[in-house]
Each structure stands twice: as C-alpha cells, then as structure tokens.
C-alpha cells in the first residue's frame, strides 16, 4: 500500500485466489495493516485444468516459470525431484523456496487478473509425483518423440517437464508405463521454463479450441 502510495478513500480489485473477485474500498491503512469496506463480490469458475509437474531445479529459473503458469491459469504446481535434479546448485525446494514462490504467483495473480491461484505441492520423487498425478490427459514433453506437432486434449491435463540435462531413460519410463503420452514441442532443445511455458499455452489453446467446437 506504500509503496504505491494508496490513501484511504481509493477502489482498489479484490480477489482470493479461489475463484472470488470484487472491488472494495480502502477505510483505513495502520502500521500494520489495513481495513476493507467490500463492495461488488462475483464468482470465476475455475478454467478447464492444467497441473504443471516442474522440475527441482536453479531456483531463480523455476521462480520464473511458477510465475508464468500462474499468469497462463495452471490448477496446480508439483516440483518432481529428477535424478539429475541432485546435481544443480541452488536449487527451489523446501518450505523457504515454497513461501517465496508462493508469494511470486500471488503478484502474477494480481497483475494477470486471475481468480485462481495454483495448488503447491511439496517435492516429490518420480515415483511419487506419478502416484500424485490426477487421471486423465497425461503428457511428458520429451525431444526425443517421434512427433511433434499439436494433438487435441481432454481436461484436466497433466504435464511432465524433464529437469536440466535430460530425462534419464529409466525415468522416462516409467512415465510411459504409467500413461504419460511423450510430446515434442520444437525440433530443437528447450530449457525447462521455456517448455514449460510453450506446453501449457499449447493446451490451453486445445481446450479452448474443444470448449468452443
């Protein structure tokens, strides 16, 4: 409130991350807190959902990409510990790298003029993530598949980012065994953020394209 010089008396947007926006106006700004007269409350309904499975990884790259899906409307962010995940320094995990991410997708939050922040989960092994992941449209990006291109998807949609470096054949597999279909965005390599960012537009633009037909 500060920091943008805000004074009592002014409209501000409203909105708690869980499908409620509305407009109140500021009462009172303290030391420590302030004081909300609300005003005009609707409801978002929650868009078709996408779970972004992200790697453990260089924390201020994954900082950048939470931000991003959350401005895109990802349903949820689960980190996925990679074998090669063991191996950056300084990666994003535990409850600190947790708050600040949080704290970066309630900003892409405000700015975007979402109504949905994501469900954060804690960092999970392969296997785990796997066993987390809601059934459905299952999809690992992998430049190895043999098509790349554009596919219909069916809600809710789950996406499989490798870490830096490469996904392990054996990990791969079993992502395969467990329904995830391999995708190809681009003939060249992408880094993790960058696909990560491609994909989920990708399927968004496939829902939207289904909702719509």
């Given at each position: 409130?500060?920091?943008?010089r805000?004074?009592?008396?002014?409209?501000?947007?409203l909105?708690?991350?869980?499908?409620?926006?509305?407009t109140?106006?500021?009462?009172?700004?303290g030391?420590?807190?302030v004081?909300?007269?609300?005003?005009?409350?609707a409801?978002?309904?929650?868009?078709?959902?996408i779970?972004?499975?992200?790697?453990?990884?260089d924390?201020?790259?994954?900082?950048?990409?939470?931000?991003?899906?959350?401005e895109?409307?990802?349903?949820?962010?689960?980190?996925v510990?990679?074998?090669?995940?063991?191996?950056?320094?300084?990666?994003g995990e535990?409850?600190?790298?947790?708050?600040?991410?949080k704290?970066?997708?309630?900003?892409?939050?405000?700015?975007?003029?979402g109504?949905?922040?994501?469900?954060?989960?804690?960092e999970?092994?392969?296997?785990?993530a796997?066993?987390?992941?809601?059934?459905?449209?299952?999809?690992?990006?992998?430049?190895?598949?043999?098509?790349?291109?554009?596919?219909?998807?069916d809600?809710?949609?789950s996406?499989a980012?490798?870490?830096?470096?490469?996904?392990?054949?054996?990990?791969?597999?079993?992502?395969?065994?467990a329904g995830?279909?391999?995708?190809?965005l681009?003939?060249?390599?992408?880094?993790?953020?960058?696909?990560?960012?491609?994909?989920?537009?990708?399927?968004?633009?496939?829902l939207?394209?289904?909702?719509n037909?």
């Open positions: 409130m500060r920091a943008t805000l004074a009592a008396g002014v409209t501000i947007g909105r708690d991350g869980a499908g409620a926006v509305g109140g106006v500021l009462s009172r700004i030391k420590s807190a004081v909300v007269t609300v005003g005009d409350v409801a978002v309904e929650r868009p078709p959902a779970h972004l499975l992200a790697p453990v990884a924390r201020e790259r994954m900082l950048w990409l939470g931000e991003k899906a959350t895109l409307g990802i349903a949820s962010w689960r980190p510990l990679w074998r090669r995940s063991k191996s950056v320094s300084p990666r535990g409850p600190t790298f947790q708050a600040r991410l704290a970066r997708m309630i900003s892409a939050l405000i700015q975007s003029g109504a949905w922040l994501p469900d954060i989960f804690p999970a092994a392969v296997e785990a796997i066993a987390a992941t809601p059934a459905g449209t299952r999809l690992i990006l992998d430049k190895s598949a043999e098509k790349q291109g554009r596919n219909a998807f809600a809710p949609v996406i980012l490798g870490p830096e470096g490469g996904i392990e054949e054996a990990e791969r597999q079993l992502f395969v065994q995830f279909a391999t995708l190809r681009a003939p060249t390599t992408l880094r993790f953020e960058t696909a990560g960012v491609a994909a989920v537009a990708v399927v968004l633009s496939s939207a394209e289904t909702t037909g």
